[in-house]
């Protein structure tokens, strides 16, 4: 089991949890913003792809929130972990090795687990910006969380919510020398 905790995310300086799946060896992600503005399908999406096992309508990797079945996000049945606002998140889990035995075939690859805060008090904000060394591709974050008691303490109420945008670079080809010679990455 690997966890990554609240804490890990914010030394890394990992604004959610999509984020944070790209950075662990055992996710070969196939499917991030970056790489499927071009595509018809998953546009703007951050799914898990725990041994890289995941075929492209489908999925083997189950992601579970607070322990429960999320509902899928994507025409493959999958979990855009976009969805999930990081400052609600407690910890993630992520298991690779024989999962399916207890969750069945949608876990072949494994299960991520995203543990949220239920005893979050008060109010947490976020915010950041990013741009590059060039003065373009702006990065804009905001990030809001907040919970309480109700009845006494007899219930909790938890929200949050995220806001993300990143900016593209306008003449890509003039902009980049890399970008002119058409030099990019394609997943075999």
């Not at 990992?14 to 499927?36: C, E, G, Y």
């Amino acid at each position: 089991v690997t966890t990554i905790g609240v804490s890990d995310l914010q030394n890394l300086g990992i604004v959610n949890v999509a984020d944070a799946m790209t950075q662990i060896p055992q996710n070969i992600s196939q499917f991030t913003p970056a790489n499927t503005g071009g595509s018809a399908f998953f546009i703007g999406s951050t799914l898990a792809n725990l041994r890289g096992l995941n075929p492209f309508f489908g999925t083997r990797t189950l992601t579970l929130v607070d322990s429960r079945r999320f509902i899928p996000t994507t025409q493959g049945d999958s979990v855009d972990l976009n969805f999930i606002p990081s400052n609600l998140i407690e910890r993630t889990e992520i298991v690779t090795g024989g999962a399916s035995a207890a969750y069945g075939s949608g876990a072949i690859a494994g299960v991520v687990n995203i543990l949220l805060n239920h005893n979050l008090q008060g109010l947490k904000v976020d915010a950041d910006y990013g741009t590059s060394e060039h003065g373009d591709g702006d990065n804009y974050h905001f990030g809001f969380a907040g919970g309480s008691d109700l009845f006494q303490g007899r219930g909790h109420f938890i929200l949050g919510g995220e806001y993300q945008k990143n900016d593209v670079i306008q003449n890509c080809a003039a902009a980049r020398a890399w970008c002119g010679k058409n030099i990019g990455t394609i997943s075999n």
